[in-house]
């Protein structure tokens, strides 16, 4: 059985815009509880295309980027996110994690800029544990 935590980066079905479906790397932004008591996750999509718009990004030359799994400088989105059931994330594809330390500073961001934003948050938030 497989288990999931809030930050891991997962290989997943993702689907985008156009409606089609491309395996990629997202991170896992539910909290365990959501997690532990529903089939959906919240992901935000993990991509190489630099977009103007507010985002986290990831250099190999980051001290944290062999945690991450990734091979590619990448970009974190919010405001691109998907509910994703667990069948989408595919098996045993868990690429890394992002270390609690930055995982709490990236969490209170990324509820800041929301609430600027839209002025509400996200439900199944994941709290940095």
């Not at 997943?12 to 909290?31: C, Q």
């Not at 098996?91 to 839209?118: E, Q, S, W």
Request: some cysteine.
């Amino acid at each position: 059985m497989t288990t999931y935590r809030p930050w891991q980066i997962w290989w997943v079905k993702w689907k985008h815009e156009d409606g089609t479906i491309k395996d990629r790397p997202a991170l896992l932004f539910s909290d365990q509880a959501y997690i532990n008591t529903h089939d959906k996750f919240l992901f935000l999509k993990i991509t190489t295309q630099n977009r103007s718009e507010y985002r986290f990004s990831f250099s190999r030359k980051d001290a944290i980027f062999p945690k991450l799994g990734l091979k590619k400088d990448c970009h974190l989105y919010p405001s691109l996110h998907q509910m994703i059931h667990k069948n989408d994330i595919l098996g045993n594809k868990l690429v890394g994690c992002i270390p609690d330390f930055n995982a709490r500073m990236i969490y209170v961001l990324i509820r800041k800029h929301i609430a600027i934003t839209t002025g509400e948050a996200f439900s199944g938030f994941a709290e940095a544990e």
